[in-house]
């Protein structure tokens, strides 16, 4: 898209008052960033600090399950979907007449296994905010941040 320059009439001659360009409005700086979309529209909060406190509280409440998220996510498995009983019939028979290099397997990257315990993290706050005493305590928490926030 290109630029877009808006004018006003001053006196008998157009001024630009104003320049649009979607892809500068599209764009963030270096830093943490966090967007927020709602129907009819979106919000962006520039230069966040993360809330590391929070980020390394809710990992040592999840430990057991980012553990369990990333052993699963870090398994060697086929490269594809799951096999059938009767794929993995041929897949062992396969492997027995070919011997081990037959196992043409793949290893899921970092990244792969570092989204799994991120997950695994999520699902667990949304476990805790099943209770209605933690849910309005973290309501009065953020309340109580909106209002501490330098404008």
């Not at 999840?62 to 993995?88: G, V």
Request: hydrophobic share 40%; aromatic share 8%.
């Amino acid at each position: 898209m290109t630029k877009k320059i808006y004018y006003e009439k001053v006196g008998r001659r157009y001024v630009p008052v104003y320049e649009y360009d979607q892809t500068l409005m599209d764009s963030f700086p270096k830093g943490n960033h966090l967007v927020m979309c709602y129907p009819g529209g979106s919000s962006r909060k520039f230069n966040i600090d993360p809330n590391y406190a929070a980020m390394i509280a809710a990992g040592r409440v999840a430990a057991d399950a980012i553990c369990e998220k990333l052993s699963k996510a870090s398994e060697i498995r086929p490269n594809r979907r799951a096999l059938t009983q009767e794929e993995l019939d041929a897949w062992n028979n396969l492997i027995a007449v070919w011997g081990d290099e037959a196992r043409g397997l793949i290893h899921p990257s970092v990244r792969d296994v570092a989204e799994a315990g991120v997950q695994a993290m999520m699902e667990e706050a949304e476990k805790l905010m099943t209770n209605p005493t933690v849910r309005k305590a973290y309501e009065k928490f953020l309340m109580v941040a909106e209002l501490s926030k330098e404008k």
